[in-house]
């Protein structure tokens, strides 16, 4: 069983950061592709960064340049998000992801709100 908890949203203004943790546990976690994916109003929930195993990182590219995706070296369970310069349009529910397989694991999801 994979449990994952998503910690880190809030309310920032245009240009500020924010930095989102997920803590994940079950066994295969430490093994699995984790990464973060968004829904922003009316819009369907897209990739936004992921990061495997070996450290291979992808990134949407709306986020390029602006968002840094991490891993915990010591455990492998655990990923960060570090967003920087943030967008009203990066409003959005965030969702801390595992992908096992042919499964994916969700968390419950924070909310990013980008706001003057």
């Known amino acids: 069983q994979v449990h994952l908890v998503e910690s880190g949203g809030g309310l920032v203004q245009p240009g500020g950061s924010l930095r989102l943790v997920c803590a994940a546990s079950g066994e295969i976690v430490r093994l699995a592709p984790m990464g973060w994916y968004r829904r922003g109003p009316d819009q369907q929930r897209e990739l936004v960064a992921t990061i495997t195993y070996g450290g291979g990182i992808q990134y949407a590219d709306s986020v390029k340049g602006r968002f840094t995706i991490s891993r915990d070296s010591a455990q492998n369970t655990m990923i960060y998000l570090q967003m920087d310069s943030l967008k009203p349009e990066d409003t959005a529910v965030y969702y801390c992801?595992?992908?096992?397989?042919?499964?994916?694991?969700w968390g419950q999801g924070t909310q990013v709100t980008v706001s003057s």
């Open positions: 992801n595992v992908r096992w397989g042919k499964y994916d694991y």
